[in-house]
T-cell receptor, first 113, second 112 residues
Framework: KAGVTQTPRYLIKTRGQQVTLSCSPI?????VSWYQQTPGQGLQFLFE???????NKGNFPGRFSGRQFSNSRSEMNVSTLELGDSALYLC????????????FGPGTRLTVT | QQQVKQSPQSLIVQKGGISIINCAYE??????FPWYQQFPGKGPALLIA?????SEKKEGRFTISFNKSAKQFSLHIMDSQPGDSATYFC???????????FGGGTRLMVKP
């Protein structure tokens, strides 16, 4: 069974631009969560989607948004990029019957210049 | 506010030794405590996890010890190997859904 896939793997953007990252969960998984990983702040929860509904949201500004499609694939969007948004963005999926076990993708490395 | 504190930040262990990483939490609503292992350039991989109604869980060379009254839990890696060299994160879940709060991470180096 294929793991969590994220595209693109690397991205370079300029301040003020917006970016969309994509995540395809493991087949059969309906919960998708997003995390931001930086050297200074570590791993921080962004939001979680289950059955196309946002179930939880972390403490991030409204520039960070996401959505989930009927096939459980998810996207996150960051508008008006700032230098501090440079990070590894990780997506994790879990099976609705075993919500404890979250499996992470390889991440998208976003660099904002 | 950091709700899960992890120590040490870095750890050097000789091959065959025991690696011990500790975490402490504040929120008594946390109900699930996983450990993740992350290699450079990769996403975190679920290693082992425990619920607070259990004091210890062992899977192969990896053991979680859990002290509910002290609000602490730890990861023990027995017979540490160079291939175990990675960054380890403890985490805790306490809300409905799957929001994980992570510790700051421990960079483990196992010397051959």
């Amino acid at each position: 069974k294929a793991g969590v896939t994220q595209t693109p793997r690397y991205l370079i953007k300029t301040r003020g631009q917006q970016v969309t990252l994509s995540c395809s969960p493991i087949s059969g998984h309906r919960s998708v969560s997003w995390y931001q990983q930086t050297p200074g702040q570590g791993l921080q929860f962004l939001f979680e989607y289950f059955s196309e509904t946002q179930r939880n949201k972390g403490n991030f500004p409204g520039r960070f948004s996401g959505r989930q499609f009927s096939n459980s694939r998810s996207e996150m969007n960051v508008s008006t990029l700032e230098l501090g948004d440079s990070a590894l963005y990780l997506c994790a999926s879990s099976f609705h019957g075993k919500v404890d076990e979250q499996y992470f993708g390889p991440g998208t490395r976003l660099t904002v210049t | 506010q950091q709700q899960v504190k992890q120590s040490p930040q870095s750890l050097i262990v000789q091959k065959g030794g025991i690696s011990i990483i500790n975490c402490a939490y504040e929120n008594t609503a946390f109900d699930y405590f996983p450990w993740y292992q992350q290699f450079p350039g990769k996403g975190p991989a679920l290693l082992i996890a425990i619920r607070p109604d259990v004091s210890e869980k062992k899977e192969g060379r990896f053991t979680i010890s859990f002290n509910k009254s002290a609000k602490q839990f730890s990861l023990h890696i027995m017979d540490s190997q160079p291939g175990d060299s990675a960054t380890y994160f403890c985490a805790a879940r306490g809300m409905a859904g799957n929001m994980l709060t992570f510790g700051g991470g421990t960079r483990l180096m196992v010397k051959p």
